[in-house]
């Protein structure tokens, strides 16, 4: 698996992430470890997503992993 992650010096866009909670949660922590700030809200991540990729089959599994990245 993977994720794509944009960072500087400080701030951090996660802009694929997992999809289970579980995933996504130490993907956070490591990005958080590092000393990044995560700059996408939930909302954000997912509309963006949904603009990139407007056929997605399951919007929901999409919801889920925006929440647990940014609650």
């Known amino acids: 698996m993977s994720s794509t992650l944009i960072s500087g010096k400080r701030d951090a866009v996660l802009v694929d992430a997992f999809i289970t909670v579980e995933q996504a949660g130490a993907l956070v922590d490591w990005v958080v470890a590092r000393g990044k700030n995560l ?28 929440r647990a990245v940014k609650p």
């Open 39 to 66: 700059t996408t809200t939930a909302r954000e991540l997912y509309d963006k997503m949904l603009e990139l990729y407007p056929d997605r089959i399951n919007p929901g599994a999409l919801w889920s992993s925006a």
